[in-house]
């Protein structure tokens, strides 16, 4: 079975600063990946995924992700953050085979400082 | 009206009452899905349906029982339930097969709260 490891419980960064969230994953065979974001009272967001090909994959609200075969990664990363990046950011791993059993990890709480 | 509807977006229940969580998808999704969300705790899968289909129950207490009467409607029907069960159920939809199946729309969710 696959499972998710994001290190980070709670970043903090200053507005205009450059972000890295960390993802480590657990699966036999290639994953798909997912990042999803949650503002407060809200459901979850997709950011990106990652499927096949290109290993660097681009999402929306100007956020990427690096996919990182031999150390089972899949990092999320933005040059420049917004006060409204502020949120929740959970990272997620599905297997190809048994499709709809997304694995969530335990979310990142992102802070930004004016 | 698009995306994933939940209501209500907040219930309050005693341990005795009996209440239901409403989920509707206007995507054309062919599945659907029940999440539990607690605080400090990753996403937990409970069910999903596929064409109607419940194709999987993550070892949900019955206390907790589902209904997709069709592809676009999903119920949550909530009794007797424990404070423990207090979270955020979150539902969401995917196309049912091929890749497109992994990538979930959510709902905002639904906040209960057990007494």
């Known amino acids: 079975a696959q499972s998710v490891t994001q290190p980070d419980i709670h970043i903090t960064v200053s507005e205009g600063a450059s972000l890295e969230l960390r993802c480590n994953y657990s699966?036999?065979?290639?994953?798909?990946l997912f990042w999803y974001v949650q503002s407060p009272g809200q459901g979850l967001q997709l950011l990106l995924k990652y499927f096949s090909g290109d290993t660097l994959v681009q999402g929306i609200k100007g956020f990427e992700a690096e996919f990182k075969r031999s150390q089972s990664s899949f990092n999320l990363r933005k040059p420049s953050v917004h006060w409204s990046d502020a949120a929740e950011y959970f990272c997620?791993?599905?297997?190809?085979?048994?499709?709809?059993?997304?694995?969530f990890g335990q979310g990142t709480r992102l802070t930004i400082n004016p | 009206e698009t995306g994933v509807t939940q209501t209500p977006r907040h219930l309050v229940m005693g341990m005795t009452n009996k209440k239901s969580l409403k989920c509707e998808q206007h995507?054309?999704?062919?599945?659907m899905y029940w999440y539990k969300q607690s605080a400090k705790k990753p996403l937990e899968l409970m069910f999903v349906y596929n064409f109607k289909e419940q194709t999987e129950n993550n070892s949900v207490p019955s206390r907790f029982s589902p209904e997709c009467p069709n592809s676009s409607h999903l119920f949550l029907h909530l009794h007797t339930l424990q404070p423990e069960d207090s979270a955020l159920y979150l539902c969401?939809?995917?196309?049912?097969?091929?890749?497109?199946?992994?990538?979930?729309?959510f709902g905002a969710g639904s906040r209960l709260t057990v007494l």
């Open positions: 997620a791993v599905g297997a190809v085979q048994g499709a709809q059993k997304l694995v």
């Open positions: 995507l054309g999704h062919n599945a």
């Open positions: 699966y036999g065979a290639t994953p798909y």
């Open positions: 969401a939809s995917s196309q049912g097969k091929g890749a497109g199946a992994n990538v979930l729309t």
